[in-house]
């Protein structure tokens, strides 16, 4: 399952791209062209506009219509609609910003890219594979922080069922 993620959704995105989803996220794409490429390139649209909405829908796009205010409901809306899992697996997990995938790197790789503390706190540490991008990522304190929204999402998305 990809997604194609409309201009209003950014932050959904990055948390679809850290649970290892592929995602399609340009700000500035029409919404004419959006419904052109869900439809192009078979992939699930995902939008805050009720109006592009009903047009997916009237084309037989696959889309959903994003209600929630918070990152939690938006991912409890993808888990009972879609069955995104929330979980995430470092194996799986695309960079954030760009959406490519990430490769784990050794510290010696990355000594002049990563701050001498992270290096010493932590062990494992993965590189985006987008050249133009190239973002180090390390399971550090905000990762604390994703499990808990996370874990919030998944307690949502059971209550609602
Ligand atoms: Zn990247």
């Known amino acids: 399952m990809r997604f194609l993620v409309d201009g209003m959704l950014g932050g959904l995105a990055r948390w679809l791209r850290i649970l290892g989803y ?6 500035s794409v029409k919404d004419n062209d959006l419904l052109a490429i869900a439809r192009e390139e ?15 829908v009237a084309k037989k796009i696959v889309s959903a219509l994003v209600v929630g205010e918070t990152e939690e ?14 979980e995430t697996n470092m194996a799986e997990t695309r960079c954030p910003e760009c959406g490519a995938s990430l490769v784990e790197k050794s510290k010696s790789d990355l000594a002049d890219e990563v701050p001498e503390e992270s290096l010493k706190l932590y062990d494992q540490f993965w590189k985006c594979s987008n050249q133009s991008c190239g973002k180090v990522y390390w399971v550090g304190s905000h990762w604390k922080q994703i499990r808990q929204t996370l874990e919030a999402a998944t307690r949502l998305a059971r209550l609602k069922l």
Do not use: C, I, K
Not at 22 to 27: G, L, Q, S, T
Not at 42 to 56: G, K
Not at 73 to 86: C, I, M, T, Y
């Open 22 to 27: 592929e995602v399609r996220y340009d700000a």
């Open 42 to 56: 078979n992939m699930v649209l995902l939008t805050r506009d009720e109006e592009l909405y009903q047009r997916a």
């Open 73 to 86: 409901e938006r991912l409890a809306q993808l888990a009972r609609s879609f069955g995104v899992r929330l």
